[in-house]
C-alpha cells in the first residue's frame, strides 16, 4: 500500500475515595454513555510510591479531568522493564501504584484504571509501530540520549524503542487528549507521525488513527528536588530528603520541609524577586499549587517571611492535603484483593476497548486471521 512516496514531506512539516465495594454499583455516569466525550489516555510507571510532584504535576490534574472526559488511567508495567528493576517487587510496586492513583482521588467508578501489562493489544500494536517508526525518528528522542548519556550501547532496546509502545499505549484506545508533561512532548509529537504514516500506509490516508493533543494542565507541573532547586522531584532520586512522598507522615513532611534547601534572604514581595533563587521558586510554587493559586497571590500573603515561618506554614498545608491521601492508601494496601479486583475490572473494560481497534490494525497490515 506504500507507493514509495516521502511520508513525511507530505504528510506535515515539521482527593480520597469512599469506602467503595467493588465491583461498583453507583457510578456516576455508566461507560456506555461516556462515548461522546473526549478519550483521556495517561500512564504512570511503578518504579516508587508516587511524590508530591507527582501528584501536582500529574495525578490531581487526571482526577479533575474524570468530570467531563471518558479517561483510561494505566499503571505502565512494560515500560518499567526498560530499565533495570527487580522482578521481585514488580507486582507489589504495581499494586501500590494502583492504591496510590485510587487514594489521591482516580475513581475506579467512573474512570478505567488497569496495568498495562494485563491487555495484549498494547504489545500488538506496539510490534505494527515499530515497524511504521523510522530509526532517524527514534534518534531524535532527546529523552532516550538523556537517560542513556553516553553509555547508550549499553540500555535496552526498549528503552530505545520506548516512543512506540507509548504511541500503542494512547492509539490502542483512539484517545485523543493525553495529559503531559513538557518532557514528554516530543514523544507525543512522534505518536501523531507514527499515526499519520500508517494512515498514509495502510488506510489510503483515511485517518484510522486520530491526532493526539497534549494537555498540559494546572500549575505546578514541574515541582522541584528539596535539595536542589534546578532538579525535578523524582521517585528515583537517591536521597530520600529529595522528595516528599504520598505514604509520608506529619512528621516526616515537617522534618523534609524544615530541611529542604534555601537561601538567606527572606521571600519577595513579588515575583520579580525569584528570579536567580530556585528553591525559593521551589517552595513557593508547591503552595500555589496545593491553593489554587499562583506565585504572586502567594508572595502577597507571605512576602517578607523568613524561610523558618514559611515552611511551618507550608508544611501544615502539606500535611492537610497529604494525609488523608496517605491514610486511604495504608487502607487500600491492607487489601490486595480490593486492588487486584480493581485491576482487573480495568482491564476488561480496557481490552473491550482496545481489542477491536487492534485488530483491525492488524488486518490493515495483512495479517492473516482464522
Not at 515539521?14 to 478519550?39: C, I, K
Not at 467531563?68 to 499494586?95: E, F, G, N
Not at 529523552?143 to 500503542?168: C, H, I, V
Not at 484517545?175 to 499519520?196: K, M, S, W, Y
Request: proline residues 5%; charged residues 25%.
Amino acid at each position: 500500500m506504500n507507493d514509495g512516496r516521502d511520508f513525511r514531506g507530505r504528510a506535515r512539516s515539521g482527593g480520597r475515595v469512599d469506602r467503595h465495594r467493588f465491583p461498583p454499583e453507583n457510578a456516576a455516569l455508566p461507560f456506555s454513555e461516556r462515548t461522546a466525550m473526549q478519550r483521556v489516555f495517561s500512564g504512570i510507571q511503578p518504579t516508587g510510591i508516587p511524590t508530591l510532584g507527582n501528584y501536582l504535576g500529574a495525578v490531581r490534574n487526571w482526577v479533575k479531568l474524570q468530570e467531563d472526559h471518558d479517561c483510561i488511567y494505566c499503571v505502565v508495567d512494560l515500560h518499567a522493564i526498560t530499565m533495570t528493576h527487580d522482578p521481585k517487587t514488580l507486582a507489589q510496586a504495581t499494586r501500590e501504584m494502583a492504591a496510590a492513583l485510587i487514594a489521591a482521588g482516580i475513581d475506579p467508578t467512573r474512570s478505567t484504571l488497569f496495568h498495562q501489562s494485563a491487555v495484549s493489544a498494547h504489545l500488538r500494536l506496539a510490534w505494527i509501530f515499530e515497524c511504521v517508526v523510522r530509526l532517524g525518528w527514534l534518534n531524535r528522542m532527546t529523552q532516550f540520549k538523556d537517560k542513556a548519556g553516553k553509555d547508550r550501547e549499553n540500555f535496552s532496546a526498549g528503552l530505545y524503542t520506548y516512543p512506540a509502545l507509548m504511541a500503542a499505549d494512547i492509539l490502542a484506545y483512539h484517545a485523543t487528549r493525553v495529559p503531559v508533561g513538557d518532557d514528554q512532548r516530543q514523544h507525543l509529537e512522534l505518536a501523531n507521525d507514527i499515526a499519520q504514516k500508517f494512515n498514509f500506509d495502510f488506510c489510503a490516508g483515511e485517518t484510522f488513527f486520530p491526532l493526539i493533543e497534549p494537555l498540559i494542565l494546572g500549575p505546578a507541573a514541574r515541582v522541584m528536588s528539596l535539595r536542589d532547586g534546578t532538579k525535578k522531584m523524582s521517585k528515583s532520586d537517591p536521597s530520600d530528603q529529595s522528595r516528599i512522598n504520598l505514604t509520608d507522615d506529619a512528621d516526616t513532611i515537617a522534618l523534609k520541609i524544615r530541611r529542604a534547601k534555601t537561601d538567606p534572604e527572606p521571600l519577595p514581595s513579588d515575583t520579580a524577586g525569584l528570579e536567580g533563587r530556585p528553591e525559593a521558586r521551589n517552595l513557593i510554587g508547591i503552595y500555589a499549587a496545593l491553593t489554587d493559586t499562583d506565585h504572586a497571590s502567594v508572595l502577597r500573603e507571605h512576602g517578607g517571611r523568613g524561610f523558618g515561618d514559611y515552611k511551618k506554614i507550608l508544611a501544615d498545608l502539606l500535611v492537610a492535603k497529604l494525609e488523608p491521601i496517605a491514610e486511604e492508601m495504608r487502607r487500600l494496601l491492607g487489601d490486595a484483593a480490593t486492588i487486584d479486583a480493581i485491576l482487573r475490572d480495568g482491564a476488561g473494560r480496557a481490552e473491550a476497548i482496545a481489542e477491536p481497534i487492534v485488530r483491525e490494525a492488524e488486518k490493515r497490515v495483512g495479517f492473516l486471521r482464522v
